[in-house]
């Protein structure tokens, strides 16, 4: 029983060495809960103050390459267009979901001409919104209802005229104004039409009037000469009157 146990120690050699455990790399933190960690390409240039402006730009640079590409294949660009419209039509936006890619294909034809001009830069995709509007004082109310107060304004339209506004900040006006006091303003207007009208109708009808006033007065006018003529002649004829 001794030979084989000998035997099979012989076989085994030396003892293996175990080998030193490696150290643990230390896991990175994990963010707090809540905290948003910044993606090393979330910074944007001025001109792009939001993500989805800058992947536009991107993605409008990288179809215009594509469209170049294939203009150059003799390929028309109204024709190269037609597949990048069919592709983005209801797409969103990676970086903003909610926001809709609206590629039409004279859209494209004309942000490429566009991106052509400006010597193939994707600045040229910047996006130009206007600033805020200023908000309306009550300086510009008091004046649009006096002007609506005004006789013979008819319509606000009118009154804005009259005050001196356009058509946008006429609307923002009457948004701010309490809605009976708008109310009772078109009350007021419809009242003025009815008595323009009237009075319209009133004079149309005095000049009738007046008219046949004076076709009647010619009338007996013509009458009285009928009269007096053959009145004159009868007594010439009959010699009462003889002359000197």
Known sequence: MGTPNKQFAARQ??????????????????????????????????????PWMRERAERLHRLCKAIEMRRAAGVSVRKACTYPAWFWKDRSWRTAPRIKARFSRSTLVVLYYQWRRSGKSPDCFRLHYADRLAPVTRGEMRRFVGACGKGGTVSLSQAAKLAGFDRAKACRIRVRLPRQLVHQAKAIFKERRKAKLAARAA??????????????????????????????????????????
């Open 13 to 50: 050699g030396r003892p293996r060495c175990k080998a030193p455990a490696r150290p643990l790399s230390p896991k990175p933190a994990a963010p707090a809960r809540g905290r948003r960690v910044p993606l090393p390409c979330a910074h944007f240039s001025p001109a792009f103050p939001l």
């Open 203 to 244: 004079f149309k009808q005095f000049q009738w009037q007046k008219q046949l006033r004076l076709v009647a007065d010619a009338a007996r006018g013509r009458r009285i000469n009928r009269l007096a003529a053959s009145f004159i002649g009868r007594r010439g004829v009959s010699g009462i009157e003889s002359p000197l």
